[in-house]
């Protein structure tokens, strides 16, 4: 795939999809599609589908014009997939891409493995928002599309910092940055500001964390009926998972969100050495070689000590830990 114009072919209307519990990628890639669509083809008809997703996110351009509807009728000549690694991922809005005249995805997650019609995949991208920009016309980028790009690309970096930022990450930030958009304020509003509700959540799992293998991974776990005493919602839950990771000595987080009785929402994040994509995917999940996800059942207990015996065998690879201990 060359360019964005060359996979619009004669659609007349078009629909975007991300994935379940939509992140910051996902959104910033869709509605960064939505705005530059509007300066490149003005006639097409365009709607973004996704689940509901974190408040912060709804001052980018296009925002209040998603639709949550999983079936509102509408037949697409074209639906594009971003920042979703396999169809399963695109939850109740699958249909609108079963039933499309074509189907593409755009996407950077090492464990895609082709789902659409056309697919356009770089794993060694640090986000969906990212490739996105490869593939568009730069005058054609206008403020509103840089905000969700830059926006997307700063949440899958964790802010430049995780590992999968290189050069042409920071030279595509920078020349978004050109395009006049308070880059500041993006980070700050959408990555570092928290609710009083999500500092309580915060302070409550990292009080509860606990450290094993040596202190070389952590977890946390948040129960239904926690969520329930506080009111939350899982965006509530936003950075627990990272704060966990930046822990003195810890290469591997684990946080654990309980959807229903003994059903959990696994999320990790690695520092150096561990491959997370690979154990999540032994669990039906997927990601980045840092940051993954699955959905397990069992007890806490169980869970952790199944996604254990799997990061155990990369630290023991890597020379960090031996079967008695700590390398």
């Known amino acids: 795939m060359e360019n964005i114009k060359e996979i619009l072919g004669e659609a007349k209307n078009v629909a975007i999809l991300g994935h379940v519990r939509p992140d910051g990628d996902c959104v910033g890639s869709c509605l960064g599609l939505k705005n530059y669509l509007a300066n490149l083809a003005p006639e ?32 697409y000549d074209l639906c594009i997939a971003l920042d979703v690694s396999d169809r399963e991922r695109l939850g109740r809005f699958a249909p609108y891409f079963d039933h499309a005249g074509r189907t593409v995805c755009i996407d950077h997650h090492v464990t895609n493995q082709g789902f659409a019609e056309v697919s356009h995949i770089c794993p ?31 949440h899958d970096t964790g802010v430049f910092k995780h590992s999968n930022t290189g050069g042409e990450t920071m030279r595509i930030a920078g020349r978004l940055i050109e395009k006049g958009i308070d880059f500041s304020a993006i980070i700050d509003k959408t990555f570092y500001e928290k609710t009083y509700r999500q500092n309580q959540i915060l302070g409550r799992m990292l ?11 952590i977890f946390a776990a948040v129960r239904k009926k926690n969520m329930d005493f506080y009111q939350a919602k899982a965006k509530d839950l936003e950075g627990i998972i990272d704060q966990l990771r930046v822990t003195k000595g810890v290469e591997c987080a684990i946080f654990l969100c309980e959807t229903s009785p003994q059903v959990y929402k696994v999320s990790m994040r690695s520092n150096r050495v561990v491959d997370v994509s690979k154990v999540a995917s032994f669990f039906s999940g997927g990601g980045h070689v840092r940051a993954a996800g699955c959905t397990m059942t069992g007890s806490v207990h169980d869970v952790i000590n199944n ?9 023991i690879a890597a020379g960090l830990w031996r079967e008695e201990g700590k390398a």
């Open 124 to 154: 060694d991208a640090s986000a969906t928002s990212e490739v996105l920009y490869t593939l568009m016309d730069d005058e054609l980028v206008d403020g509103a599309a840089a905000e969700c790009l830059y926006m997307g690309i700063v």
């Open 207 to 217: 009080t509860e964390s606990v450290l094993f293998m040596g202190g070389l991974c």
């Open 307 to 315: 996604l254990s015996e799997h990061i155990e065998r990369q630290l």
């Open 44 to 75: 097409l008809s365009v709607k973004v589908y996704l689940e509901e997703f974190p408040d912060p996110f709804r001052f980018l351009k296009g925002a209040e014009e998603i639709s949550h509807d999983p079936s509102d009728g509408t037949v």
